[in-house]
């Protein structure tokens, strides 16, 4: 499974830094990706990292400002939030690219998902 943490509530300008960490399932060979979820909105793609080329794929709406990680162990990713907005308030959530490892934006593209965590950003 895998499991996010970090949320929280946050002031505009702030950041946060999000953990994904893997237990039971491998992460290395695949990719993992890092997706968001408003209320009455689709999933959304935020990011995603090769965890075995470090390669990654950010969304255009979230480049400059966030980045994403992989843990040393090779089992954990994170996503480091800088210069939160407002928009970026939603559940964050975690998972695995099916199959392979390349940094698809597509969410039917993953199999694996966390719980996610809340991520709010107050003007």
């Known amino acids: 499974q895998l499991v996010e943490s970090g949320g929280g509530l946050v002031q505009a300008g702030n950041f946060l830094r999000l953990s994904c960490a893997a237990s039971g399932i491998l992460l290395g060979g695949y990719a993992v990706g890092w997706f968001r979820q408003d209320s009455g909105k689709g999933r959304e793609f935020v990011a995603a990292i090769n965890l075995s080329s470090s390669n990654t794929n950010y969304a255009d709406s979230v480049k400059g400002r966030f980045t994403i990680s992989r843990g040393d162990a090779g089992n954990t990713v994170y996503l480091q939030m800088d210069s939160l907005k407002p928009r970026d308030t939603a559940i964050y959530y975690c998972?695995?690219?099916?199959?392979?490892?390349?940094?698809?934006?597509?969410?039917?593209?993953?199999?694996?998902w966390g719980q996610g965590t809340q991520v709010t950003v107050a003007t």
């Open positions: 998972t695995r690219r099916k199959y392979n490892s390349d940094l698809s934006a597509n969410y039917s593209n993953y199999d694996y």
